[in-house]
Every structure is written in C-alpha cells, then in structure tokens.
C-alpha cells in the first residue's frame, strides 16, 4: 500500500506557464514534506521542504502548498521552464530527525518551448 | 565544493554473489542515507547512518546491510544477490538539519543477471 502517491505519471507544460504536481498521502503521523526533482543518470536534487506547521513555502519560482486536513500538497512551479523538464518526486517522513522518507513514484513533467 | 560520490557507478553481478557499494559525502555531512529506486517501486529507503550509528532502517531483509566510517563515507553491501536486487542505488547526505533537505549522489546502477 503506497503511503505516498503522485497519480499523475506525467504532466506537459507549455513554457511560461504554470506546472502544477500533485502528491497525496496516507499516513497521518507525516508531518515532514520534500520535493526533489531528477533528470536522468542524476542523482535527485532538493527543491523545496515543507514542515506541517506552515501551508505554504515559497522560493523563487517554486511553491509548495499543504493542506493538512486533505493529506494533499502540490508543487507549483511560475513561470515553467524547458530546463525544468524532469521527473518529481514528493517526500514525506514522520520520524523526528527527519530521515526514513517516504518518496512517491514521481510525475515525469515535460515543459513545451 | 565536490558532491556526493558513489562508486561505482555501473555493476553487473551474478545471483548469489554478493556486493559493496560505497558512497562518500559531502565535507562536513554526518548523515549518510542509502535508497533503492526501481521502476516498479520509485525510491525506497534502505537505512540511515549517522556518526557510524544505524540511526534507521526500512523494510528491507537482513541481506542488506551497511556501515558508516570515522571520516562518515558509507558502504551498502548486498550478499545472496537475487534478480530483483537490481536496481539504482543512491546515497543521500545531510547536515543534519531539515531546512537543508538531502543531497543526491549519482546512484550505483546495479544489474544482477
């Protein structure tokens, strides 16, 4: 049983407008949310974190909203960009020190020129 | 500054060999994490070192263990490979702290045939 999902496989953007993914989860004792993105033969790089106490994060152009009582957080990304065509993975722990992710399957986003 | 090193970046291995993998962190990062990423399954934790601590582990059998050196380079090892070992392993590392999320290395593409 997946405790992270992203059911969206792939998303397509047009340049310049705005990417939406989306990460849903099922474990109520997550209180800890990072995005990360990866291009292939790359390891994943960080994006964005999220702590349970706020419901919105922002930086550059990259915001991540949580609604907690929906178990729901997306990733938006404005305006989108070519080089931002990767898969996503959204990540949730529960423990304190912040480890033992849970990682989704990833949305494969493919931003159009 | 370098990145997170994992060698070696390509393996091929025969059922019931087994195998070590290892992975030397960022200067400075104490926290050393080991993920199996599949096609099927995304990224699964495997465990978490910190100080030469397991500090947490995933679900995973005893074949999969690791260790955590004086200087914080880790290695993963596998022993009784099986098919379904195959896959990417990746190494995580980390200050400590949450804000700053995790740095990826490249990955171990492991093949057992």
């Known amino acids: 049983d997946q405790q992270v999902k992203q059911n969206s496989p792939s998303l397509s953007v047009q340049e310049g407008r705005i990417s939406i993914l989306n990460c849903d989860y099922t474990?109520?004792?997550?209180?800890?949310f990072l995005w990360y993105k990866k291009y292939p033969a790359e390891g994943p790089t960080f994006l964005i974190s999220i702590s349970s106490i706020k419901d919105k994060n922002e930086d550059g152009r990259f915001t991540v909203f949580l609604n907690k009582s929906a178990k729901h957080l997306s990733l938006h990304i404005v305006p989108s960009q070519p080089g931002d065509s990767a898969v996503y993975f959204c990540?949730?722990?529960?423990?304190?020190?912040?480890?033992?992710?849970?990682f989704g399957p990833g949305t494969r986003l493919s931003v159009l020129p | 500054k370098a990145g997170v090193t994992q060698t070696p970046r390509y393996l091929i291995k025969t059922r019931g060999q087994q195998v070590t993998l290892s992975c030397s962190p960022i200067?400075?990062?104490?926290?050393v994490s080991w993920y199996q990423q599949t096609p099927g399954q995304g990224l699964q934790f495997l465990f978490e070192y910190f100080s030469e601590t397991q500090r947490n582990k995933g679900n995973f059998p005893g074949r999969f263990s690791g260790r955590q050196f004086s200087n914080s380079r880790s290695e993963m090892n596998v022993s009784t490979l099986e098919l379904g070992d195959s896959a990417l392993y990746l190494c995580?590392?980390?200050?400590?702290?949450?804000?700053?999320?995790?740095?990826f290395g490249s990955g171990t593409r492991l093949t057992v045939v």
């Open positions: 474990n109520s004792m997550f209180d800890y």
């Open positions: 200067s400075g990062h104490r926290s």
């Open positions: 990540a949730a722990s529960a423990d304190s020190y912040g480890q033992n992710f849970v």
């Open positions: 995580a590392t980390s200050m400590g702290g949450l804000n700053y999320g995790y740095t």
